[in-house]
């Protein structure tokens, strides 16, 4: 369903405008007023990419993986005010208990990569799969998915897959089955493949809008099938970024997220999750030079608490991840005072169904690590 839909469709409803006049000073303390008052019965998970106006009252910030981890783990929490995107808090909502209630501050906050593959277009592309390889294919979605796609993936004896566990997870497919189809991102799925040592001969892309797989070769040679999607943020950084930062200052270390293309990865010192960015940063020299090709708000972040190291963009003009940044203080002070109020908005309910096997494709994923 996508997010207009959404929006329409649920108790989402908008923030009123009156909350956009507030000063900072007066939120931060309504918000930390309600902190207070709930204490651990309200959970406030924030993924890296969240502005730091956000993140100052994250009760636990981390990576896709680590929030599912975190959210799967914590039973005493009656409310979960999820500060990510909308994939993200669908997650929660389905590895958290029925009593406990997700919320997304706000309901726009969705994200494009998991946009690009719907069912109608998942069923298609599974009956024309099978039919030119037969049972011999696994599916495995990254976590930037609908609910949908995941009880698919869990149906069919796949799992999902974050940007921290793709290795671990593309190795434990190919036990499975000769083939993988890997939805909804290409990037990730060619780099980890990669990365594993199958050749990119051996990968073939499923086009959802065309209908048809693109491959140039014998067919049965095709290990890797790669959903046509991507990420709009990370697509932005360049072959060209790299060359000019490493020509200026050919000592600057690049690293970048896997969701970049794979000549972007190839180019670059060092490749991996939001979390593998930060701790590597976090275990540099002092003095040491860093291009990051990642989401702003993260530089950013982490530009300012290193001032002992030299940082920056890899792409000096790149923005945020425009639907990461839907959630900000008004939003989130909203959505706290609606529970306050006990008419909580944005209510992330994943039908009962859909759970059950998107669970058995987060479970498997969990249980490989
Ligand atoms: P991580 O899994 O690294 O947190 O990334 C999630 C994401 O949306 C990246 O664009
Ligand atoms: Fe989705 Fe890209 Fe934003 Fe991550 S950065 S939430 S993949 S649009």
Avoid at 67 to 81: D, H, M
Avoid at 240 to 250: G, H, L, S, T
């Amino acid at each position: 369903m996508s997010i207009l839909n959404l929006i329409n469709d649920t108790n989402a409803g908008m923030m009123p405008d009156h909350y956009k006049e507030l000063t900072d000073e007066e939120m931060v303390q309504r918000i930390l007023r309600i902190k207070k008052k709930y204490g651990e019965k309200l959970f406030i998970p924030g993924h890296h990419y969240q502005k730091d106006e956000v993140i100052q009252f994250a009760d636990a910030t981390g990576d896709s993986l680590q929030l599912a981890q975190v959210a799967q783990r914590n039973k005493k929490a009656e409310y979960i005010a999820f500060c990510g995107v909308h994939f993200m808090a669908e997650t929660a909502d389905m590895l958290t208990s029925e009593e406990q209630v997700v919320v997304l501050p706000d309901m726009r906050a969705g994200c494009s990569m998991a946009d690009m593959a719907n069912m109608q277009q998942t069923n298609r592309a599974w009956d024309e799969l099978t039919r030119i390889f037969g049972n011999t294919i696994i599916p495995l979605t990254y976590v930037n998915s609908t609910a949908e796609i995941k009880a698919f993936t869990g149906r069919n004896g796949g799992a999902s897959v974050t940007s921290s566990n793709a290795s671990r997870i593309v190795t434990w497919a190919l036990t499975q089955k000769e083939r993988i189809l890997f939805l909804p991102d290409q990037h990730l799925g060619r780099n980890t493949a990669y990365e594993l040592g199958i050749p990119l001969s051996r990968m073939a892309v499923w086009d959802p809008i065309a209908e048809k797989l693109v491959y140039d070769g014998d067919i049965q040679d095709v290990k890797i099938i790669l959903w046509k999607g991507h990420c709009s943020v990370h697509e932005k950084f360049t072959v060209a970024n790299i060359k000019n930062v490493k020509e200026r200052d050919p000592d600057i270390n690049v690293i970048v997220h896997p969701e970049c293309t794979h000549e972007v990865v190839m180019l670059s010192d060092f490749s991996g999750s939001t979390k593998k960015i930060i701790d590597t940063i976090n275990e540099a020299e002092p003095g040491s030079k860093w291009a990051v090709g990642t989401e702003m708000n993260l530089v950013q972040r982490i530009i300012n608490e290193h001032p002992d190291k030299q940082i920056e963009s890899l792409n000096p003009d790149m923005c945020p991840c425009l639907t990461m940044n839907r959630i900000d203080l008004p939003h989130l002070l909203w959505s706290l005072e609606q529970i306050d109020k006990g008419e909580p908005t944005g209510v992330i309910n994943v039908e009962k169904d859909i759970t059950k096997d998107a669970v058995t494709a987060l479970n498997r994923m969990l249980s490989i690590g």
